[in-house]
């Protein structure tokens, strides 16, 4: 009786795998062996804690150091690097907990310009392997290399090792890559094997993989949606293949159908390679609550800001702007207003947000302010001539400048008036992810 091996190389040299648990080209240990291996082409890839991963690349002094990255002590983490993790802190853990947990932790405000440069350098390397990227955030995306072996003379599996040591190599970060037969298994195969991983969910296993697993596991079940799905006895991914596919539309809707689908290992989601940008937004929260409007107003300018450089790097422009505010007890306020025009201006959309901020800012406190540009439509068609408002040109000119002067001595170089106004204190604020 013969006995095929098992597909296999190296992740380091890419030289066959062999017997044994290293290489015998290399002598790394970082094999990937699966029967699947040579077949399967839908990934997910994700950049191992990403904006920590810049920092310490950036300060090498931070390399055997916990880092988080985040904002004061009433902010959250954006995240944190594995030896942070190790102590229990994790994304979106309010900072004081945080701290409570990994008390010699460096703390360093994000940067989300460095992010998003490096990001754009990652997503070109995968542009590199195949058209069909689609971005999921700044540091993940699902790829679909079908027929790229041509292209590439490599099976997908090892044109996306030799990728993730490309990334390693020339920018400085690491990345885990999840391979399988579709989209859903291909995120859940990214989390296995972390940081550094190369993870494979083959559509044979798929089933037994997943029967034991909290339904937490598949995409949209929140707390919410786990709670609905216990009342029905529903608690693991296999209690879902025990029920009839009609059943479980019955109960559930079309989404309890997708569920279904998804427990027995089947996502016909495509890999699509544009993902529809609906908006773009900043948001800060506050270390200690803020009443004042003329401090609200001053963080306002600056979220303004961020967001007409995110448009114009985006190339994008909005008419429609929102301004969000969350008080105290966490409660949402969320006030709206259309221009007529589409704008990607700093100006306009700062305007636009303080005259909905007076509205609000009657003497409540605030723990967030936040503001947004949604209704997008091409940068080119941003705010056009207007007989009505002769001194649009110059503005338009004005913050052309700004932004040049920016692009060639750096983002701080220059700012509004606003934020240096008699009495106003800028708080320390935590920058979004």
């Not at 020339?170 to 885990?176: K, P, Q």
Request: proline content about 7%.
């Amino acid at each position: 009786m013969i006995t095929r091996a098992i597909p296999g190389f190296c992740r380091d040299c890419l030289a066959e795998a062999g017997e044994g648990p290293r290489c015998r080209a290399c002598l790394s240990p970082r094999l990937v062996r699966h029967p699947e291996l040579n077949s399967l082409s839908i990934a997910h890839v994700d950049c191992d804690a990403f904006f920590a991963a810049v920092e310490k690349r950036d300060n090498p002094d931070l390399r055997d150091k916990p880092v988080i990255v985040g904002g004061g002590r009433r902010g959250v983490v954006s995240t944190c690097c594995y030896i942070a993790r190790i102590n229990g802190v994790r994304s979106a853990m309010p900072m004081f907990k945080a701290l409570k947990l990994c008390p010699e932790a460096v703390v360093i405000k994000p940067t989300h310009g460095k992010y998003v440069a490096v990001g754009r350098q990652v997503r070109a390397m995968m542009m590199d392997l195949t058209p069909l990227v689609q971005p999921v955030s700044i540091d993940e995306a699902f790829l679909d290399l079908s027929g790229t072996e041509r292209v590439h003379g490599l099976v997908p599996a090892r044109t996306l090792a030799r990728f993730a040591r490309r990334v390693e190599a020339e920018l400085g970060i690491t990345v885990s890559v999840g391979l399988a037969p579709n989209k859903f298994l291909a995120k859940i195969a990214s989390d296995l094997d972390k940081p550094r991983g190369f993870a494979v969910i083959g559509a044979a296993e798929a089933q037994e993989f997943l029967t034991h697993k909290p339904v937490g596991i598949l995409p949209g079940v929140g707390a919410a949606a786990q709670a609905r799905l216990a009342r029905d006895h529903i608690t693991e991914v296999g209690h879902l293949r025990q029920l009839d596919a009609r059943e479980m539309a019955r109960r559930h809707g079309a989404h309890g159908l997708h569920l279904w689908n998804l427990a027995h290992g089947h996502d016909t989601r495509p890999v699509r390679p544009e993902r529809e940008t609906k908006s773009v937004s900043a948001e800060t929260t506050f270390d200690e609550d803020i009443s004042d409007p003329a401090q609200l107003a001053a963080v306002l300018w600056s979220l303004a800001d961020r967001v007409s450089a995110r448009l114009k790097a985006a190339e994008f422009s909005g008419t429609r702007v929102t301004l969000k505010l969350k008080t105290p007890d966490f409660r949402s306020r969320t006030r709206s207003r259309s221009l007529e025009t589409p704008t990607r201006l700093a100006g306009r959309i700062f305007e636009t947000g303080r005259d909905l901020l007076v509205k609000e800012a009657n003497g409540a406190r605030f723990r967030l302010i936040g503001i947004g540009v949604e209704d997008l439509h091409p940068l080119g068609d941003g705010d056009p001539p207007d007989l009505m408002d002769p001194g649009l040109p110059r503005r338009i000119a004005a913050e052309k400048a700004v932004d040049d002067l920016r692009r060639k001595f750096g983002a701080g170089i220059l700012d509004r008036g606003i934020s240096f106004a008699p009495g106003v204190r800028l708080p320390r604020r935590r920058e979004p992810d």
